[in-house]
C-alpha cells in the first residue's frame, strides 16, 4: 500500500482496507447460506408429478409446525423421467436449493439414488415410502428410515397369518415392479421359517388378469405389495367380487390419490407402529380433508410426520446440514404414527403390529 505524506489521509486508507477486508471474509463465512438465517429449506423429493396429496401431506406439516423462530420452506423436486434423474434432482436440492435435509417419499430404486447423493454430499435424508431392506444395509450414517422395511412388515403379516389358518393358500400380488418384488422376497424368507406357508407369487401387471389367476386358485389370503396404481383397483375388484380372501398391504401400496375411508379398504389389513396416535390421526385427518377437500390415505401420516421430524432438526440443531446430519440420531419425536427414535442403522426403532384399515379411518 502506498503511504501518503499526510498522517490523516494514511490512517483513512487503513481504516478503509480494514473494512473492506472484514467485510470479505463476513461474506465468505455466510457463502454456504446456512450460518446466519432463520429461514430452512427442506428438501421433499417424489417418485411423480402426480404424487399431489403427497405434496399436500408435506405442506401441511410446513405450516402445522413453523415456530421457534424459523420459517420453513419445502422446496419439493419429482423424480419423474429418465433413470437416474433421481440423482440429479438430489444433487439440485444440495447444490442449488441449499436445503438443510432432504426428506424423500420415493420409490426404492430412486431412493437409492437419492441416497447415494446424501452420502457424498453429507446431508441428512429421511425415507418415508419405501420399505427396501437394502437402503439401510448401504451403512449410510446419515440415512434414516420412517416406515417399516418389507422385512419387518413380512414377518409381521406372516406371523399374523398363522394366528388364524394353518396351512393357508396364500398369493402374492407384486405387479411387477421394483418394491413389490423386494417386499415378496421377503415373504418368501420369512414363509421358509414356516415350513408349511408356500405362496403363490404373481408379477403380471393387469389387475384382470390377477383376479383371474386368484378366482382359479381361490387363496385363503391375498397380499398386495409395491407401488403400483393396480393395487388400488385390484382391492376393489376382490370387495366387488365378495371373495372372502383376507388382504393385506405393504404400506407403501396404499399410498393413494383419491379419497381415502370407502368400504372398499375397510377390511384391508397393514403394518403401522404399536403406538400409533389415534387421536393425531383424526386431527390430521380433518385439517387435510378441510384444506385439500379429501380424505388423507393412512401412509400419508408417514410423509406428515416425516417433514415435522425434519424440522424439529432445524428447530434444535440450525439450518446448517452438517450440524443436523451429525445429530439427527439424536432426535425423538411424537407424531401421528408415534413416539420416532432410530436404532444403530437408522431404521426406527420401535414395535410394528398388524392393524385393520376400518379402526383407522
Known amino acids: 500500500m502506498i503511504l501518503y505524506n499526510n498522517p490523516l489521509i494514511t490512517l483513512v486508507m487503513v481504516l478503509g482496507l480494514l473494512l473492506y477486508e472484514n467485510k470479505t471474509i463476513f461474506a465468505s463465512s455466510n457463502s454456504t447460506g446456512f450460518s ?27 405450516e402445522h409446525a413453523s415456530g421457534n423462530g424459523y420459517t420453513f420452506e419445502l422446496v419439493a423436486r419429482s423424480c419423474e423421467g429418465p433413470w437416474g434423474i433421481g440423482s440429479k434432482q438430489a444433487v439440485y436440492l444440495v447444490y442449488d436449493d441449499e436445503v438443510s435435509v ?16 446424501a452420502a457424498k454430499n453429507h446431508v441428512a435424508m429421511l425415507s418415508t415410502r419405501s420399505g427396501d431392506p437394502t437402503l439401510s444395509r448401504a451403512y449410510v450414517p446419515w440415512y434414516y428410515r420412517l416406515v417399516p422395511d418389507h422385512r419387518q412388515q413380512a414377518e409381521a403379516i406372516v406371523s399374523e397369518i398363522h394366528k388364524f389358518a394353518q396351512n393357508p393358500s396364500v398369493a402374492i400380488i407384486t405387479f411387477g415392479d421394483y418394491d413389490g418384488k423386494k417386499a415378496a422376497d421377503e415373504v ?46 385390484l382391492i376393489r375388484k376382490i370387495k366387488i367380487a365378495r371373495k372372502p380372501w383376507k ?35 383424526q386431527a390430521f385427518r380433518n385439517a387435510f380433508h378441510e384444506k385439500y377437500g379429501k380424505n388423507p390415505c393412512p401412509p400419508l401420516a408417514w410423509v406428515y410426520d416425516g417433514v415435522r421430524l425434519a424440522m424439529e432438526a432445524v428447530k434444535k440443531y440450525g439450518t446448517d446440514p452438517n450440524a443436523i446430519r451429525k445429530n439427527f440420531s439424536q432426535l425423538q419425536f411424537n407424531g401421528i404414527t408415534g413416539k420416532v427414535t432410530f436404532d444403530k442403522l437408522g431404521n426406527r426403532d420401535t414395535q410394528w403390529e398388524i392393524v385393520i384399515l376400518a379402526h383407522i379411518l
Open 36 to 62: 446466519d438465517t432463520r429461514h430452512a429449506k427442506i428438501g421433499f423429493l417424489i417418485p411423480s408429478k402426480n404424487d399431489k396429496s403427497v405434496v399436500q401431506a408435506a405442506e401441511l406439516a410446513i
Open 102 to 117: 432432504i426428506v424423500g417419499a420415493l420409490d426404492g430404486r430412486n431412493a437409492h439414488l437419492a441416497e447415494q447423493v
Open 188 to 233: 418368501i424368507k420369512a414363509s421358509f421359517d414356516n415350513q408349511y406357508l408356500s405362496p403363490f407369487q404373481t408379477d403380471e401387471k393387469d389387475p384382470d388378469i390377477v383376479m383371474q389367476q386368484l378366482s382359479d386358485r381361490n387363496p385363503d389370503v391375498v397380499i398386495v405389495a409395491g407401488m403400483s396404481n393396480n393395487a388400488l383397483e
Open 247 to 281: 388382504i393385506y398391504a405393504f404400506a407403501e401400496s396404499l399410498m393413494i390419490e383419491e379419497n381415502f375411508g370407502t368400504e372398499v379398504f375397510h377390511e384391508v389389513h397393514t403394518v403401522f407402529p404399536a403406538d400409533f396416535s389415534q387421536t393425531r390421526w
